[in-house]
């Protein structure tokens, strides 16, 4: 096993583990509790992120779909090898998902509901710190989460999802464009004075997630575009500002 097996589950849950390595965290799971644990509850998580912020599909969808399936060629019959069968072998088709399957549903699932916030790419960065795997779950799954979305001035959006009782939020930046070496974004908190309080940057990586406490007393989440290193107090126009009261 390697030595950060631990920091799999991740991976697993999304079913992004190559075979040797599925089988070895598996092995892995029957006498590790915490890992089990930590599987149940990302699992949970996955769900309902992707319930938070699924999309209707567009009405032209299924139109779309049952149009295209004329020029769909269909896989031909399984035939048995003469060599290998006699008359009376009878193959039969494969029904319904495994539990891979259904784990690698999910995880396209999630991809496409989340619109390209969250791909499993940042799920094997995320599991690379299973403390934070362990704070998105606590806060994700909590009954009192709420999420809100805006979109960047410039291209990319922001979700928050927050707990009140947890005293947390999971902040979700996806699509924001690349600064110069002179710029960064900088998220911060804002308190019901107004008064904007710097949670940390970010340099515009196509997926960031961020989990930050403290968040009970606040109103509002925003996004600026500072110099580099940050500043003491946000630069206007903010590129995202969502409301969390």
């Keep these: 096993m390697p030595p950060d097996v631990h920091t799999l589950t991740g991976p697993y ?14 092995q892995h799971l029957a006498y590790c509790e915490s890992c089990t644990i930590e599987v149940t509850e990302l699992r949970e998580a996955a769900v309902k992120l992707a319930t938070q912020v699924a999309q209707p599909p567009r009405a032209a969808l299924k139109s779309a779909v049952m149009a295209s399936l004329n020029d769909v060629r269909q896989l031909p019959p399984l035939i048995p090898d003469a060599d290998s069968a006699d008359d009376s072998t009878v193959i039969a088709p494969k029904r319904g998902f495994g539990r891979r399957g259904m784990l690698a ?5 999630l991809a496409v509901a989340t619109s390209g916030g969250i791909a499993i790419d940042q799920y094997r960065e995320n599991s690379a710190s299973r403390q934070q795997n362990l704070q998105i779950a606590a806060v994700l799954t909590q009954p009192d989460a709420t999420t809100k979305h805006a979109s960047v001035t410039g291209g990319g959006a922001a979700t928050v999802v927050s707990s009140t009782s947890k005293d947390s939020a999971v902040v979700l930046l996806s699509g924001l464009p690349r600064l110069g070496p002179d710029r960064t974004y900088q ?7 107004k008064t904007a309080h710097s949670v940390g940057l970010t340099d515009g990586s ?12 606040k109103i509002a989440f925003g996004l600026t575009v500072e110099p580099a290193g940050g500043s003491t107090r946000p630069t206007e126009p903010v590129a995202a500002l969502i409301p969390m009261a």
């Design 105 to 109: 549903l999910a995880a396209a699932a």
């Design 206 to 217: 196509p997926e960031r997630t961020t989990v930050i406490s403290g968040v009970a007393d």
């Design 187 to 193: 998220m911060w908190m804002i308190d019901g004075s």
């Design 13 to 26: 849950v999304l079913d992004a583990l190559p075979d040797p390595e599925r089988g070895d965290f598996e």
